[in-house]
């Protein structure tokens, strides 16, 4: 495992020495392309010099409360979790230092409604689908995601081991993420799933037996089960269909921004840095067990 402190390393002059370059989004096998134009010129991506919505600065946006182990304390402006981290190397690649980045906050599903935006990127764990690509862009994908069922000890489904036997179990999700989706298109079950405004909320109604097992993302599911749960049990992962399912910063449909900062998430990805940082915020997120 490697340690938080091996970040502090890295993110110094060998991390953040290269500079964007002019190049159009890496389109890797499974992965899709960026929304948007489909490159980056070197004028268009000038450090520190794009057309943001306050000059100079970088707006980028996230929701309250932005949860573990994707950002720290609640404080997305501290540097600490996964996104934060992530966010701020897009942000120096893109030659906005940490002074020079402006943090709003913005719901998940304002952020990725049709119309005008309050920030230049927005990063909340939104994964890329056909039909939100119709109301906003995404950059580059930073981060493979799996959906995992979690519950607490004593449960009718902590020992379930296949879909089948989730099928009697009242389920529940975030309105509007691609867990809820999880749950009526893959366990399909019985009930309808209940739909809550956040996570928080979610686990709230798994700790009153409102329910009897919610849908998250994994490295959500690790957190959850070992530091906010009492008894909390992961039951496991979910099947992973078709092509993977990815993060991608979110940006105003058809922004200038896009090429280039994809370009900057590509930078990441390809010489290690996006590595570097799963390790070091999401450790914990392996061994969960898979549901056939």
């Known amino acids: 495992m490697v340690s938080r402190n091996t970040f502090a390393v890295l993110g110094g002059a060998a991390v953040l020495a290269v500079t964007l370059t002019a190049c159009a989004p890496a389109d890797e096998e499974g992965t ?67 002074p020079n980045v402006v943090w709003t906050q913005v719901t998940f599903n304002n952020a990725i409604a049709p119309g005008p935006k309050t920030f230049d990127f927005d990063i909340n764990q939104f994964s890329v689908t056909p039909e939100r690509r119709k109301a906003v862009d995404f950059s580059s994908p930073y981060y493979l995601v799996r959906q995992t069922v979690i519950t607490t000890k004593g449960s009718k489904i902590a020992g379930a081991k296949t879909l089948a036997e989730l099928k009697g179990a009242k389920l529940g999700a975030q309105v509007g993420t691609t867990s809820y989706q999880a749950i009526t298109d893959l366990i399909k079950p019985d009930a309808k799933p209940q739909v809550f405004n956040n996570n928080d909320d979610a686990k709230k109604a798994l700790e009153n037996k409102q329910v009897d097992g919610i849908v998250v993302d994994l490295p959500t599911a690790f957190y959850m089960t070992a530091a906010e749960l009492d008894d909390g049990v992961i039951v496991g992962q979910l099947p992973q269909v078709g092509v993977p399912e990815q993060f991608g910063l979110v940006l105003d449909l058809g922004s200038k921004l896009t090429p280039c900062v994809s370009a900057a998430v590509d930078q990441l990805r390809q010489d290690g840095t996006l590595a570097v940082l799963e390790k070091t915020w999401l450790a914990g997120s392996g061994g969960a067990p898979e549901l056939s």
């Open 32 to 98: 899709p392309a960026a929304s948007g134009s489909a490159s980056a010129s070197s004028a268009a991506c000038a450090p520190g010099a794009l057309d943001t919505m306050t000059p100079g600065k970088l707006t980028i946006g996230t929701d309250n409360p932005a949860y573990e182990p994707w950002f720290s304390d609640n404080k997305p402006a501290n540097g600490k979790g996964f996104e934060s981290a992530v966010a701020y190397q897009v942000a120096e690649r893109l030659g906005y230092p940490a």
